[in-house]
């Protein structure tokens, strides 16, 4: 049994890791651990089946530009945890700048643009630093340990969410997953479920891209800030192994989360297969 995708209305990219399996035969509890892209605009049907599945914590992990542009709704009886993580220009600017929205943080993305072709040799270089900055960058692990202390402290059900829902929170996602005892396998399916869902998008996407006038650099830092590649999650996985011997050390030694947090979240958060 694995996590179930919610087709919710006005809300991206979302699903309820409740009934992913850990490696001690147990799994993660229904309404508990949500992740999605950004709640913005979202109906009173999408609120109340949030509602009714027990969430009581959102986490945004968006910087100000982007909650500026897409506030998420007010959510009556639910606390809101603004804690942004920005190693570099956040991926969803990528998507809104393709759609004709124009993004604040456009410069920046330019600027990205002439970067890549300086100091990397290709789209995919550039992500997989991308995805390292958020886990070696001191600015965001500061965020991840603010993250974690709310997911062990908090009663109720949690979900988090960036704007697109797939590589900031698909990085936290690994983290909670693999904390929790799921393995390497199952953790990378749940992170290239976002491609199954950004799918149609990303074509769309591609099309209005190819006659946008904009430089060819440029329209490469979108089309890869449009991907979801196994290698990109892959290669931190593989780096956090190398420099600390795994995703669980790497959350001890600088996350400071200890043995005892763990088994807070296993407490919280999983539950026997025969009580499920």
């Known amino acids: 049994m694995g996590y179930d995708i919610l087709k919710l209305k006005k809300l991206k990219n979302a699903r309820d890791l409740g009934g992913l399996t850990t490696a001690d035969g147990r799994m993660i509890k229904k309404g508990k651990l949500i992740r999605s892209g950004r709640l913005f605009d979202l109906p009173e049907s999408t609120v109340e089946y949030l ?3 027990g969430l009581t914590t959102v986490v945004d992990l968006r910087v100000a530009a982007e909650c500026c542009d897409h506030p998420d709704i007010a959510f009556d009886g639910f606390k809101y945890v603004w804690n942004p993580i920005m190693p570099t220009p956040p991926p969803a600017t990528a998507c809104e700048t393709v759609c004709g929205y124009e993004s604040p ?7 990205e643009s002439y970067r890549l072709r300086r100091e990397f040799q290709s789209i995919d270089d550039y992500m997989i630093q991308f995805y390292r900055n958020v886990l070696f960058n001191p600015d965001s692990q500061i965020s991840i340990r603010r993250f974690m202390r709310v997911l062990i402290e908090t009663d ?3 979900l988090w ?3 697109s829902g ?12 693999s904390l929790l005892g799921v393995d390497e396998k199952t953790i990378l399916d749940d992170y290239m479920a976002s491609r199954r869902f950004w799918r149609r998008k990303y074509l769309l996407n591609r099309i209005v891209l190819s006659i946008l006038p904009v430089s060819f650099r440029f329209k490469r830092i979108l089309f890869g ?9 892959q290669s931190v996985m593989d ?36 009580t499920y």
């Open 51 to 53: 509602r009714s599945a």
């Open 105 to 111: 943080m456009r410069r920046t993305m330019k600027r």
């Open 156 to 158: 109720g059900g949690v």
């Open 161 to 163: 969410h960036c704007a």
């Open 166 to 177: 797939k590589d900031r929170t698909g990085i936290i996602s690994m983290l909670v997953e």
């Open 225 to 233: 800030f449009m991907r979801t590649k196994p290698e990109y999650l």
């Open 239 to 274: 780096e956090l192994k190398l420099r600390y011997g795994g995703v669980v050390e790497y959350c001890n030694a600088v996350l400071g989360i200890t043995d005892n947090d763990i088994q807070i979240l296993k407490d919280k958060f999983l539950v026997d297969h025969e």
